[in-house]
């Protein structure tokens, strides 16, 4: 593990929000060292998990077929050295997420937009079948505040989504468990010391087919140990214990902060 491209804090504390910023698509996908390691564990759970990690309606299959191809494209064009191995045999969103470290999922518009085709291997603690099928409402259900505050703008976002315009966020939490696949185990507050715990990040992309409109939703995760964000910044800590403190009481029940910052200054002293 080494440090994370990303330090979504906010030194105003923190706030729900879509947070989105456009993505040039030289960006799309985010190219490591970790590659290799990483799409022979996504190939691993795939086999071996294949219920936990993989879940498909049939709408999703020519959505699935495209997104392969813009996926190739992608790689061959900005990440050339990268080796192209398609597993044969499988279906094509499977085939699409074991060539990038990313997680992919496909959503159909009909009445609204529903979860169709997914390849998540790397959830943070949520679990993907439950969501097959399922609207942006009905997925963001656990998320306390989505339905007064984000529910309306990610709605029409997605409405109004284009292929020429792509966008992308970030999310954060803090975990008890460096893993990057936490299919479940949700908790209220955290295990163990801070010393064993993890930052954990997620750079997530929205992307519109051009030709089946579907829409393409990827998360890439990164871990990094506290300990390590802390000796590489001095204004880490003082930005998380912000948004600990400020996040409101049903946040932190829900992303597993209950107590947490206690926890963190008392291990601090
Ligand atoms: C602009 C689009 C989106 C926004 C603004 C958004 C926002 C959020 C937020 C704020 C959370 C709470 C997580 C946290 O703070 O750590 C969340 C959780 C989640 N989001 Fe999204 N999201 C978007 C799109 C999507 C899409 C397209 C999917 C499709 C799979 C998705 C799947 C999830 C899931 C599975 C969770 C965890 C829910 C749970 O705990 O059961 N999100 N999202």
């Given at each position: ?22 993505l040039?698509?030289s ?18 759970l ?20 495209e ?8 790689l061959?064009?900005?990440h ?17 997420s ?25 959830p943070?603690?949520?679990?993907l079948?439950?969501?097959l ?11 306390p ?20 315009r ?20 949700r908790?209220?507050?955290l ?6 715990w ?23 995760t ?17 930005n ?30």
């Amino acid at each position: 593990m080494s440090s994370l491209p990303y330090v979504p804090l906010d030194r105003r504390g923190w706030h729900l929000a879509m947070g989105l910023r456009p993505l040039d698509e030289s960006k799309w996908f985010e190219v490591d060292a970790r590659r290799d390691s990483e799409l022979v564990l996504k190939k691993k759970l795939v086999n071996e998990e294949r219920d936990v990690v993989v879940a498909i309606r049939e709408t999703g299959a020519a959505p699935s077929a495209e997104l392969l191809g813009l996926v190739v494209e992608n790689l061959a064009t900005y990440h050339p050295g990268v080796p192209l191995d398609i597993v044969e045999g499988e279906h094509p969103i499977v085939q699409a997420s074991l060539l990038v470290q990313e997680d992919l999922c496909v959503l159909v518009h009909d009445e609204k937009w529903r979860l169709e085709a997914a390849c998540v291997c790397f959830p943070s603690r949520w679990n993907l079948l439950s969501k097959l099928g399922a609207t942006l409402d009905d997925i963001h259900a656990p998320v306390p505040g989505y339905d007064q505050e984000l529910s309306r703008p990610t709605n029409a976002f997605f409405d109004r989504l284009k292929p020429e315009r792509s966008f992308w966020r970030l999310n954060w939490t803090l975990l008890d468990d460096a893993d990057l696949h936490q299919p479940s185990g949700r908790r209220e507050g955290l295990e163990s010391d801070p010393d064993q715990w993890f930052f954990r990040i997620e750079r997530q992309t929205v992307r519109k087919l051009p030709e089946t409109r579907a829409a393409v939703f990827s998360i890439r995760t990164y871990v990094a140990s506290l300990e390590q964000m802390m000796n590489e910044s001095a204004d880490f800590v003082e930005n998380l214990l912000l948004a600990l403190d400020s996040a409101p009481v049903a946040t932190k029940a829900y992303k597993g902060w209950v107590g947490v910052a206690q926890q963190l200054r008392a291990a601090l002293a």
